[in-house]
Structure formats: structure tokens, C-alpha cells
């Protein structure tokens, strides 16, 4: 058997007699399907040796895998702890839309952030999870912040509850059937007709509330962003002991006079898709 030239010598050790036989593009899909399974798996990101144990291949080669998919936007890795997440990538067709989104929403999530001294965030849903697309962090010392690409359950926060509060309720449903609902802290719903319950408080009041459901510490007030390319929404999330429930109201109305500026602007709104 003749070497193929353009074959990885890495790729094909250790192969056997089966090797003659073997699609090595199919094996490569095969390993990047295997990483992006664990990624999928994983809330807190993953690192370069969870890849290489995970699925025994070597060490170069899933630094490779892991530096192409940061390079095409579906893995995001975190600067500081090294740790790699799903991307944007996988928001595929709608990755421009989403962008021109943020470019759109980062100046007044900005200005909610200076007004209230706290975090703003702008969240899309992606697939079962709620995906921080843009976050503007809070100036103070002790804050409470996710990363950009951080993926949060849409049960326990008050951006998921913003945005299926819009969603029918049979996707609803299949969402909560295919990610669980965890219990992140004492307060978390973790009942489906408890949470559907949450839903029509939130279409009521025009706003969600996550009160120190997805961290202990934690409250959050969110509103939906209707109209646009994926379903999103935009929040300020703060200590609850720097956020009790009586600022809840006035941080609502303020979210949702932003959220109304952010969609009047035509980049912002989807081409008619829903």
C-alpha cells in the first residue's frame, strides 16, 4: 500500500490492517463531532485535557481540532482559565443578524449599566440554552457577571423566562424535556407547570424576574426583545443585597424603554422571521 501524500501520518497510526479500508475524513468529522459533544455536555467550558482523555487522541491533535474551531467561531475559549465553550458559530445564517444585534444594543446596554451601577447583559436562546451574547459589566468590585458565550439553563434565569414567556408553550415543553431543571439554588422552579405558571406572571407584568433562582446570591430582572432574528432578550443582574425586590419595578420600566429603542432601530429587527 502506497502512502497517501496527503495524509496526516498522525492521523493513520496505529490503525492496523482495517486501515486500507478506513475514510479518514469521516474519522476527522468523527473527532470534531466527538469535542463538540463535550462541549455540549459542559456548563463551565472544557479544557485541552478533558478533549485529550475524553477521547484519546493526542495532545496535538486536539489543540488542532480545538484552534480550527476557535478560528470559525464555534468554540470560544476563555482567556483567563483556558476553558473552551460553544460559540456563535452555531447560530449559523443568523450569526449577522445577531451581530448587527449587538453593535445595535451594547451603547444602551451601556448607558443601563452606567445608570444602575450593575451588569447588563444581551441574551439569545440557542437551542436549550440561553447563550450571553453581550455583557457590560458592572464597575464595582463585587458583581455579579457572566462571559461573554456562557451558556445558562432557560429555567433558572430571568432572561430564559423573558424569552419563553414568548415561545409556544409546546417548545417550551420539549426544551425543558431535553435539558432538565436542575435545581441551581433553593429557589429554583423545577417543576414544568410550576415554571408555566412563572410564564404567565411574566407576559403579565411584561417582565421576568430571577430572584436568587440561578445563583443563591443573585437576583435579575430581564425583558424580552421581540421582533428580532432569534429570540433575545436584555437583562441587569446585580447581589441581591445590592438589589432587593423593591428596585425590581424601576429597573423594568428602564429595560423596557431600552428594549423599545433597540428594536425601533431597523439593523435590529429581523428581515420579517420571527
Not at 13 to 37: Q, W
Not at 175 to 204: F, H, K, Q
Request: glycine share 8%.
Amino acid at each position: 500500500m502506497s502512502a497517501d501524500p496527503n495524509l496526516d501520518p498522525e492521523e493513520g497510526a496505529g490503525d492496523g490492517p482495517l486501515a486500507e479500508d478506513r475514510d479518514y475524513s469521516l474519522r476527522a468529522v468523527d473527532r470534531v463531532c466527538a469535542i463538540l459533544d463535550l462541549l455540549q455536555q459542559s456548563v463551565d467550558g472544557i479544557s485541552l485535557n478533558t478533549v485529550v482523555e475524553a477521547t484519546g487522541m493526542p495532545k496535538s491533535s486536539a489543540y488542532r481540532y480545538l484552534w480550527t474551531l476557535e478560528a470559525h467561531r464555534y468554540v470560544e475559549r476563555d482567556e483567563e482559565t483556558g476553558l473552551c465553550r460553544l460559540g456563535l458559530g452555531f447560530l449559523g445564517m443568523q450569526s449577522r443578524h445577531l451581530e448587527l444585534l449587538r453593535e445595535v444594543a451594547r451603547p444602551w446596554l451601556e448607558k443601563l449599566r452606567d445608570e444602575f451601577g450593575e451588569t447588563a447583559n444581551l441574551g439569545v436562546l440557542d437551542s436549550d440554552r440561553i447563550i450571553y451574547v453581550d455583557i457590560i459589566e458592572s464597575r464595582r468590585g463585587v458583581r455579579l457577571a457572566a462571559s461573554r458565550g456562557d451558556r445558562d439553563p432557560l429555567h433558572a434565569t430571568a432572561l430564559g423566562k423573558a424569552i419563553a414567556a414568548h415561545l409556544s408553550e409546546e417548545r417550551v415543553r420539549d426544551i425543558l424535556a431535553r435539558s432538565g431543571m436542575p435545581r441551581r439554588s433553593a429557589n429554583t422552579i423545577t417543576s414544568v407547570e410550576d415554571y408555566l405558571t412563572e410564564l404567565e406572571t411574566v407576559r403579565s407584568l411584561g417582565y421576568a424576574v430571577d430572584n436568587l433562582e440561578n445563583e443563591a446570591d443573585g437576583r435579575c430582572v430581564a425583558v424580552p426583545l421581540l421582533g428580532t432574528s432569534v429570540p433575545a432578550a436584555i437583562s441587569l443582574s446585580a447581589p441581591a443585597a445590592r438589589f432587593p425586590a423593591k428596585d425590581v419595578g424601576r429597573a423594568a420600566k428602564a429595560l423596557q424603554d431600552v428594549a423599545t429603542r433597540i428594536i425601533s432601530r431597523p439593523r435590529a429587527r429581523s428581515n420579517g422571521a420571527a
